[in-house]
């Protein structure tokens, strides 16, 4: 018999099959929208500050670059900026300086190795001193030259006169990690101070402590920028070429750069930085620091010469002479120590070579420099500026055959009869 919870319990029971059957066929109902966000918890403990990266790399120095690049290494005590400053002491002296080293075995005239601080150079023209105090060293014979096998000059002490009282301000393009603050070794005479001396790989390549740390994820900087040699190889500005008694004043080549056609080429398009220019090793330096030839790009000049008894002469010959002064010069042959890199020469016969004033030289090359250096009477005859300028123009230009002529037939007169 029916009661009147009959109809409760026939509900449950159907109510009971539909949640079976929804459970059996693995159907999930549509998930509804999310709530709004509970409130924030307490902030936790603040941990410590970070480190700067950049702030925390310091310099290790050369030798520690070379224990993995050795090679790199070996080719870079070659070159001057291995030696642009060198410290002077008891461990240092007899090895660097007493056995010869290019010559030097004496200090400048009225001081001992001892009141020696430093020496500037050293390496392919001359070396200049810094005294105990920090000093540069003037007087008539406070400057060492190097001999010139191509200037026939022999090594002697010249004359040098410090500007500025004789401070030493040369750290900024002679050291690695130089700072304006402070004095070197508290030296009164020195301007700044520096991690290590000479320019070693980290003057261009940035402090490597964390390079030396973790080789594999740390890399160094690689700046291909001609104004990366350009913050050093310049005198006052880059627009300008200082010139002085004839000659260009030394250390600027990227102001010949700047001022030549080739101002959109880098330094290392053509120069090997880890290599020497000076002193070619047929092992280390085979090609003398050359990483690109003129003849790779300017090979239709190279095939074409109009003076075939130039045959033997290289483009550097005349395109980069010697027009520029580290230690010594020749002025009856327009020849110094250094070569210009200013590639361009002006053929005219009346162009000029240097301002009106002569402190500053002409962005090109004028025939007087680039031809006497050879035409002098002894490697050549020697020619008027006229004879020069008409074999120096159009030196480079393909000659044109001149078409053979044709016989033009002439008409034969008939014979009368």
Request: charged share 15%; aromatic share 8%.
């Amino acid at each position: 018999m029916f009661t009147r919870y009959t109809p409760r319990l026939i509900f449950c029971f159907f109510f009971g099959i539909v949640l079976v059957t929804t459970a059996c066929t693995g159907q999930t109902p549509e998930q509804g929208p999310v709530g709004p966000a509970g409130p924030a918890g307490p902030m936790g403990p603040v941990g410590p500050a970070g480190t700067d990266a950049t702030a925390a790399q310091t310099f290790v120095g050369a030798e520690e670059c070379g224990s993995c690049h050795e090679e790199i290494y070996a080719r870079y005590q070659t070159t001057g900026h291995a030696r642009a400053l060198t410290a002077i002491d008891s461990s240092t002296v007899e090895t660097v300086l007493a056995n010869g080293h290019n010559g030097i075995d004496m200090p400048p005239d009225g001081y001992v190795w001892e009141d020696i601080a430093y020496m500037i150079g050293g390496f392919g023209w001359m070396a200049r001193f810094v005294d105990s105090d920090g000093y540069l060293i003037s007087g008539p014979s406070s400057q060492y030259n190097f001999e010139n096998e191509l200037l026939e000059t022999d090594a002697a002490w010249a004359a040098y006169d410090a500007a500025d009282d004789g401070v030493f301000t040369c750290g900024a393009c002679h050291t690695t990690g130089y700072a304006e603050q402070g004095h070197q070794n508290n030296l009164a005479g020195v301007a700044g101070a520096w991690a290590f001396d000479g320019v070693q790989c980290e003057r261009c390549h940035g402090p490597g402590s964390l390079h030396a740390e973790n080789p594999q994820g740390v890399t160094m900087s690689i700046d291909r920028d001609s104004q990366a040699c350009g913050s050093c190889h310049v005198r006052d500005e880059r627009a300008t070429i200082d010139a002085e008694g004839g000659f260009a004043e030394h250390n600027q080549q990227f102001s010949d750069l700047y001022n030549s056609q080739h101002f959109a080429l880098s330094c290392v398009t053509c120069h090997d930085p880890h290599m020497s220019t000076v002193s070619a090793d047929d092992e280390l330096n085979p090609n003398a620091g050359i990483a690109q030839r003129c003849e790779s790009c300017h090979w239709e000049q190279e095939s074409v010469r109009k003076v075939r008894r130039h045959l033997g002469v290289d483009c550097i010959d005349c395109h980069m002479p010697f027009t520029a002064v580290s230690a010594v010069a020749d002025s009856e042959r327009l020849m110094g120590d250094i070569r210009s890199h200013q590639f361009a020469i002006n053929t005219s016969a009346t162009a000029e070579q240097f301002s009106d004033d002569g402190t500053q030289m002409q962005p090109y090359l004028t025939l007087a420099y680039v031809c006497t250096q050879c035409h002098n009477g002894d490697t050549a005859p020697v020619l008027s500026a006229e004879e020069l300028s008409t074999a120096a123009t159009g030196y480079h230009t393909p000659v044109v055959p001149t078409a053979t002529p044709e016989p033009v037939p002439q008409e034969t007169a008939t014979p009368e009869p």
